[in-house]
């Protein structure tokens, strides 16, 4: 990494990027589904329940999530709180390409395919979930604040105070996301290498590399102790507290840490990516001919409005070891970016746990295009523009088809989820019970069919008001050790102290009476057969397209019946 060259960004770049961002991700905007913690999140905002938000988030020791999400309260609209997740994305997406020029470590092109891929990865494909915005706008300030700290050796002045005084605090403050604090030693090393190329200093020994890196350290001396201070900071002023006493607690015995880096692995890389077979027949199929379409399109407008490139001469006047010092960078990042993750057992899980590989997608795509380097000086023909069109076709197609699925799966969900809210309106009667068992005969393959009771508690505080109302989900019967059937009262639980801590107000739990009525809340498809791109597609048409009978389709999507114990 000695070649230092200053580029500056290119327009037609940053409208590309823009556009892959919007159109990889255009059904965040138009899903109206809660999710997960969505369920405890949203209803809080709903009804500006600062206390709520406040305590859950302290109790994780996270406080200032409470920040970062209250101002969405303010947002009467689902579609403009589903967009908050979509513009931290976009914001990593573009911090990611300037930051591939600043460095001058790249050419222009491989710092546009650095976040261009690092938005198409299908990894971290929670996106519709407005909870973790949190995740996504602290990963977005981290690249805003690394920008600037590599960018301060070039700024003189007032503004060099003002950029490096910017650069600390944006840092503090995105280290909400505590993973962060472990990547930031790649922000690190990247600024290093950068201060010794603008330097022009000649690094031919070890002795000489630790000399230099010590000056470094001595000369950035706020930014070499600023995760030292924020962890003593964090220990100091909050504590976790309840049964999050022990959360994102340290594992470090040698099976679990080899168990959870196999995870990451297979789920986290290998899943996400693999090409699934798919049947003509099959509403997946004419998702993966418009993704196909959709590519080509985006690969034709990418090779028309990119100009012959007149900058250092490219790839042929790079020495080898280049390539082999990039796929060093990606693969340190990449463990930066994933051992906080398996230490402390955190691993991605098909679903919402994708979440943990929020720091992956960059560092994979810093790997693909140091490998793409290796294999362009190796074999010259890639460098051919019908060779790199084929490549990048292939490539934009599968990962866009992988994101649309996993859209179209969410999609699916919400759309049962409102025709069960509409039975839920339309029968204000079934209000008077205090403990609803759900027996869900219509559950939703993939990513989307985990059910907690907060995604019904939540829907009965918002439809009928109060928080005196209990879901048993068959996830949260074993979850909260309910060991009394049905009908029994009261409901007994083996372990009254997780009830008494997550059946608070942050679920829509905060009156609720094991002792009172019971029933069973049954449902049920009426559709005879049906996928995921079948259900998410039908009800986005009726939802825009033909929105007077929209209640007529969801309710013959399903069959909601409610039973008195």
């Known amino acids: 990494m000695s070649d230092y060259v200053r580029r500056a960004p290119k327009l037609t770049s940053l409208v590309l990027l823009t556009v892959s961002v919007l159109c990889t991700h255009w059904m965040a905007f138009v899903n109206e589904g809660i999710f997960a913690e969505d369920a405890g999140l949203f209803s809080s905002l709903f009804f500006k329940d600062w206390n709520a938000i406040m305590n859950m988030y302290s109790s994780a020791a996270v406080p200032m999530f409470t920040y970062y999400v209250w101002p969405l309260s303010y947002i009467p609209n689902i579609f403009l709180l589903k967009s908050i997740v979509i513009?931290?994305?976009?914001?990593?997406?573009?911090?990611?390409?300037?930051?591939?020029?600043k460095c001058g470590f790249l050419t222009e092109r491989e710092s546009f395919y650095i976040a261009l891929f690092s938005n198409l990865l299908p990894l971290t494909t929670v996106t519709v979930i407005i909870t973790y915005s949190t995740y996504f706008n602290a990963y977005a300030l981290f690249l805003v604040a690394t920008y600037l700290f590599i960018s301060v050796e070039r700024i003189r002045g007032g503004l060099y105070y003002l950029a490096r005084g910017a650069s600390i605090l944006i840092?503090?403050?995105?280290f909400t996301l505590n993973s962060l604090l472990v990547l930031y030693a790649a922000a690190f090393i990247l600024a290093y290498l950068v201060y010794i190329s603008q330097a022009a200093r000649q690094v031919s020994d070890l002795r000489g590399c630790i000399s230099t890196f010590l000056s470094f350290c001595w000369s950035k001396l706020d930014?070499?102790?600023?995760?030292?201070?924020?962890?003593?900071?964090?220990?100091?002023?909050y504590q976790k507290t309840g049964l999050y006493n022990n959360y994102n607690s340290f594992y470090l015995d040698l099976p679990s840490i080899a168990s959870n880096s196999y995870r990451f692995l297979v789920d986290g890389i290998v899943w996400p990516v693999a090409i699934r077979p798919v049947a003509i027949d099959d509403w997946n199929f004419y998702v993966l001919l418009a993704a196909f379409v959709y590519s080509t399109?985006?690969?034709a407008l990418f090779f028309l409005l990119r100009t012959p490139n007149a900058e250092k001469p490219d790839i042929g006047s790079q020495r080898l070891d280049g390539s082999v010092k990039i796929i060093s960078f990606g693969l340190f990042s990449l463990l930066c970016g994933t051992l906080p993750y398996i230490v402390v057992g955190k691993s991605p899980e098909l679903g919402v746990l994708m979440r943990n590989a929020i720091l992956m997608p960059l560092p994979l795509a810093v790997i693909a295009v140091g490998v793409l380097r290796f294999l362009k000086r190796k074999a010259p023909s890639l460098q051919a523009k019908k060779t790199s069109f084929v490549l990048l076709l292939i490539a934009l197609t599968l990962f866009t088809n992988r994101w649309?699925?996993?859209y179209a799966a969410w999609q699916a969900r919400a759309a049962k989820d409102?025709?069960?809210s509409q039975y839920l309106?339309?029968?204000p009667q079934w209000s008077t019970f205090s403990n609803y068992w759900i027996t869900d005969k219509f559950p939703m393959p993939g990513e989307a069919s985990e059910y907690g009771f907060a995604d019904y508690t939540s829907k009965f505080h918002i439809i009928w008001g109060g928080q005196s109302r209990m879901a048993f989900t068959p996830e949260h019967i074993a979850f909260f050790g309910i060991d009394s059937a049905p009908g029994v009262r009261p409901v007994h639980s083996t372990n009254p102290a997780r009830i008494a801590f997550f059946c608070d107000a942050w679920a829509s739990a905060r009156d609720i009476d094991l002792s009172g009525p019971q029933a069973e809340l049954e449902i049920s498809s009426k559709k005879s057969s049906w996928d995921n791109a079948s259900l998410a597609y039908e009800y986005l048409y009726f939802r825009f397209i033909r929105p007077s009978e929209l209640k007529t389709y969801l309710g013959g999507?399903?069959?909601?019946t409610l039973r008195a114990l």
């Open 87 to 101: 513009f931290g994305v976009y914001i990593a997406v573009i911090f990611s390409y300037l930051i591939g020029l």
């Open 171 to 174: 840092y503090f403050v995105s």
């Open 223 to 237: 930014f070499t102790t600023l995760p030292i201070v924020y962890w003593l900071y964090k220990g100091f002023f």
């Open 297 to 299: 399109l985006f690969i």
């Open 404 to 406: 649309w699925g996993s």
């Open 418 to 420: 409102l025709a069960v």
């Open 425 to 427: 309106v339309d029968n």
């Open 557 to 560: 999507l399903v069959s909601v």
